[in-house]
């Protein structure tokens, strides 16, 4: 069963901090099979390079690789349509119980990401310029390996000047507001993958 915190899970340290009620973390969000699942899903549908908000590439502040999951109109899509039923239940709570932001659901298809060595995220936030992606109002990130597979990689946020680093748990989810500057940290061995994926609604007013 899934438990909620908006707590961090780790002690104060360099690095970490405390969060505030900028985000919600979710533990056992995802089973070891669902995760086990995903990453599958990563291998077998062809990755291509990661890009940025708006369909821009720069590798100095991405280097990683992606998947789109199917579209769920379509029949290799309606395989995955138990994820983004998942994802709507666990940020439907997660913006009662503390954004409370007006949303209207998911606008983009699930996206994979995969980071291997030297692979990193540097410092950005999701909402940007456009139809789309200046309607993002939540990032979910869902973490589908195992805190084993590899080193590096932390994903880290910063809402107030104190850098958050997020539980690296299997199958935790994050769910923060898409103007949260954040990135993952250069990746030094192994594969870290993730399920991300963003909620929309209005502008904020």
């Given at each position: 069963m899934?438990?909620?915190?908006?707590?961090?899970?780790?002690?104060?340290g360099p690095g970490r901090g405390k969060p505030p009620r900028h985000w919600v973390i979710v533990?056992?969000?995802f089973s070891p099979e669902e995760c086990a699942a995903?990453?599958?899903?990563?291998?077998?549908?062809?990755?291509?390079?990661g890009g940025l908000v708006?369909?821009?590439?720069?590798?100095?502040?991405?280097q990683s690789g992606l998947v789109w999951l199917?579209?769920?109109?379509?029949?290799?899509?309606?395989?995955?349509?138990w994820v983004s039923q998942r994802l709507a239940r666990l940020v439907g709570d997660a913006n009662r119980d503390t954004f409370?932001?007006?949303?209207?659901?998911?606008?983009?298809?699930?996206?994979?990401?995969g980071y291997g060595p030297g692979h990193y995220y540097d410092w950005h936030i999701d909402r940007g310029r456009g139809a789309v992606a200046g309607r993002r109002k939540l990032t979910l990130s869902v973490q589908l390996s195992e805190p084993a597979d590899y080193l590096g990689g932390e994903l880290e946020l910063n809402a107030d000047g104190h850098?958050?680093?997020?539980?690296?748990?299997?199958?935790?989810?994050?769910?923060?507001?898409?103007?949260?500057?954040?990135?993952?940290?250069?990746?030094?061995?192994?594969?870290?993958?993730?399920?991300?994926?963003?909620?929309h609604g209005p502008d904020f007013v």
């Open positions: 899934s438990q909620i915190s908006t707590v961090s899970p780790l002690p104060p533990r056992d969000a995903l990453r599958s899903a990563y291998a077998a549908l062809n990755a291509r390079k708006a369909g821009r590439f720069d590798t100095q502040v991405r199917p579209d769920g109109e379509t029949e290799e899509g309606r395989a995955f349509g409370r932001y007006v949303l209207d659901g998911f606008e983009e298809r699930l996206q994979l990401a850098p958050f680093q997020a539980p690296r748990d299997q199958g935790t989810l994050i769910a923060f507001a898409a103007h949260t500057i954040h990135r993952v940290a250069p990746v030094v061995t192994g594969t870290r993958l993730s399920l991300v994926a963003w909620i």
